[in-house]
Structures are given as C-alpha cells and as structure tokens.
C-alpha cells in the first residue's frame, strides 16, 4: 500500500502563491503518473493538473496558465506551482498516484 502525502498548502492573499509537493512511498510501480485534483467547497473534486510518465503534462482550462505540474523523474515528488491565485481556487487539493492511491489532501484557502 502506497503512502502518499501532500504539502505546501495554506493561506494566501489574491495574487499570490504556493508550490504543493506530493510524494509517495512504497509504490508497488516501478513509475507512475501523477494528477492533482482539487475539491472546492460544496463542490464535486475535478482534476487540475496531470503529469505522466513520459513527462506530458496536461491542464484543466481554468488553470489558465497560472498553474504548472512538474517533477524530476517518474518516482520522484511532483510539484504543482500555482501563481497568481484567485478566492475559487480554495480547496483540498489531493495528490492521485499512479491510478489507484490518493493523499488525504492539502487545504489551500485564497482570501484577503
């Protein structure tokens, strides 16, 4: 059974930033892709951002191009940098590991 934990959230001001990490231990996968997903308030979670294996990248329109998914290798931790951040991205952002495990989450809260 796969541990995969998330990180880096919190509470920041409209504008801003924060970079979340997933890293997961004891994967049975020799590689795995990795998909953030997000849960909003009174919301149904929807994927953010996906990397694979191979290293392609895929985004949910409403990134817009202020988020950006990135790791170092096919079991290394996966980043999710998110800039310039609005109120409708507070959420629990969760960390979805090869297809079958997922993170308990990361609360990021945007408000001034």
């Known amino acids: 059974q796969a541990h995969v934990v998330e990180s880096g959230g919190g509470v920041v001001q409209p504008g801003g930033s924060l970079r979340l990490s997933c890293s997961v231990s004891?994967?049975?996968?020799?590689?795995?892709?990795i998909v953030w997903h997000r849960q909003r308030p009174g919301e149904q979670r929807e994927m953010v951002a996906s990397?694979?294996?191979?290293?392609?990248?895929n985004y949910a329109p409403f990134t817009k191009g202020r988020f950006t998914i990135s790791r170092d290798g096919s079991k290394a931790p996966a980043y999710l940098q998110m800039n310039n951040l609005e109120p409708e991205d507070t959420a629990v952002y969760y960390c979805?590991?090869?297809?079958?495990?997922w993170g308990r989450g990361v609360q990021v809260t945007v408000s001034s």
């Open positions: 004891g994967s049975r996968f020799s590689a795995y892709g």
């Open positions: 990397i694979a294996v191979s290293g392609t990248t």
């Open positions: 979805f590991c090869g297809g079958t495990y």
